[in-house]
């Protein structure tokens, strides 16, 4: 049977910022593989502009607009980028998070997203030496003993310092860093991996998403 995409469900797409030398251009992008993975597991991805909230998140009101307007189901915050390295993506998916907290919406966190839900608790992130182009068994706490994928890849220098406030640790990597967390109450999850990153998608991690975000 052929689905529409119109039938299928809004998952809405933080983006990195790159900055374009000689061009004096900032440009939202996305790994197509990312958009590829979304589709893949049956949802619609949308991007979501990093220019709609002002620097000091005091005017909101284009990017309440624009989710207003889109209706996403689910939010993804997607990898790329240290946290402070662009205000503009900041303060954008500080406002994501808190959005979706309000109205109790599915969120997955990939690398950088995973980051920012713990900076959006409060936690800290610190320096974190073999976890740059490497791969890591995942050692999964006995709480989630569900289906994981055995090892994922690892593009991160910085990991999470201690869990969030109403988190739990779902997965850690062999020298004990964090790389998985689920929310105890909302439907939200971070993993420091990129499932879109692999060279053939993980039937675990996409079965996670749609599990996750709803089929």
């Not at 994922?152 to 999470?160: A, F, K, Q, T």
């Amino acid at each position: 049977m052929i689905i529409s995409q119109s039938s299928k469900k809004i998952v809405g797409v933080s983006q990195r910022v790159d900055s374009i030398e000689g061009r004096d251009e900032f440009r939202d992008a996305l790994d197509q593989r990312l958009i590829q993975w979304i589709l893949l597991a049956g949802f619609l991805p949308v991007a979501i502009p990093n220019t709609l909230i002002s620097a000091d998140e005091q005017d909101a009101l284009a990017l309440e607009s624009w989710l207003q307007a889109m209706q996403p189901s689910a939010l993804l915050l997607s990898g790329g980028n240290d946290i402070g390295e662009f205000v503009t993506r900041d303060v954008t998916e500080r406002y994501l998070l808190s959005w979706a907290e309000s109205k109790e919406l599915p969120v997955l966190g990939i690398c950088r997203g995973m980051q920012m839900m713990a900076e959006y608790g409060n936690v800290n992130l610190i320096k974190k030496e073999g976890h740059v182009r490497r791969r890591h068994q995942l050692m999964i706490t006995d709480n989630y003993k569900d289906e994981w994928p055995a090892n994922v890849n690892s593009y991160h220098d910085l990991i999470l310092s201690s869990c969030p406030e109403g988190f739990e640790i779902a997965a850690t990597s062999e020298d004990g860093s964090i790389e998985a967390i689920k929310h105890i109450k909302l439907p939200w999850e971070g993993w420091m991996w990129h499932p879109e990153r692999e060279q053939s998608f993980s039937s675990q991690d996409m079965k996670r998403l749609q599990r996750l975000f709803g089929e």
